[in-house]
Antibody
Framework: EVQLVESGGGLVKPGGSLRLSCAASGFTFSNYGMNWVRQAPGKGLEWVSFITTSSGYIHYADSVKGRFTMSRDNAKNSLYLQMDNLRAEDTAVYYC????????WGQGTTVTVSS | DIQMTQSPSSLSASVGDRVTITCRASQGITNDLGWYQQKPGKAPQRLIYAASSLQSGVPSRFSGSRSGTEFTLTISSLQPEDFATYYCLQHNSYPYTFGQGTKLEIK
């Protein structure tokens, strides 16, 4: 069964940092580009970033560029999102999603930025 | 950036009704569009890919179509489990963009 499991969310103060992880199973992780998508409380979906299979290209939304860093470890079947200089508006559920066409999603991990 | 204008933002309908949700892209995206269903507290699930292809396991009452830069999701006969929020997503160019969402409620 194809599965994506996010972890690492939590409560952090403005200006703080957090690292999210996404563990993949049930498919050949190294063959797929991956995405992060977020959803603020009561709001719609916002694409955050995409990474190619070999990490050769990484794209970011303007809202996180310069603050968030996406990476992957194909040997560990894992995807990461390093979030620095966090703001209140980064509060959201963060999902990882497979493929440039976002065919499979994880269940999400919640990030709350508050003092 | 490509803007995706989704309408309506909310919709009340009854079991058995036929409903249509539309997304209009601000520029051409060929068929690089997917439709997603999201239920409260759950992750989105893809229903349609490449504008009109049905995701495996999704009931055939869901269908998608394209006319130029206008994309349509149709549910032919609403079932109780279809009441949810629906989003379109363009993945033609970065940044990827979602429609604002359509909340489908029971009349």
């Amino acid at each position: 069964e194809v599965q994506l499991v996010e972890s690492g969310g939590g409560l952090v103060k403005p200006g703080g940092s957090l690292r999210l992880s996404c563990a993949a199973s049930g498919f050949t992780f190294s063959n797929y580009g991956m995405n992060w998508v977020r959803q603020a409380p009561g709001k719609g979906l916002e694409w955050v970033s995409f990474i190619t299979t070999s990490s050769g290209y990484i794209h970011y939304a303007d809202s996180v560029k310069g603050r968030f860093t996406m990476s992957r470890d194909n040997a560990k079947n894992s995807l990461y999102l390093q979030m620095d200089n966090l703001r209140a508006e980064d509060t959201a559920v963060y999902y990882c999603a497979r493929h440039l066409k976002l065919d499979v999603w994880g269940q999400g991990t919640t990030v709350t930025v508050s003092s | 950036d490509i803007q995706m204008t989704q309408s309506p933002s909310s919709l009340s309908a009854s079991v058995g009704d036929r409903v249509t949700i539309t997304c209009r892209a601000s520029q051409g995206i060929t068929n690089d569009l997917g439709w997603y269903q999201q239920k409260p507290g759950k992750a989105p699930q893809r229903l349609i890919y490449a504008a009109s292809s049905l995701q495996s396991g999704v009931p055939s009452r869901f269908s998608g179509s394209r006319s130029g830069t206008e994309f349509t999701l149709t549910i032919s006969s609403l079932q109780p489990e279809d009441f949810a929020t629906y989003y379109c997503l363009q993945h033609n160019s970065y940044p990827y963009t979602f429609g604002q969402g359509t909340k489908l409620e029971i009349k």
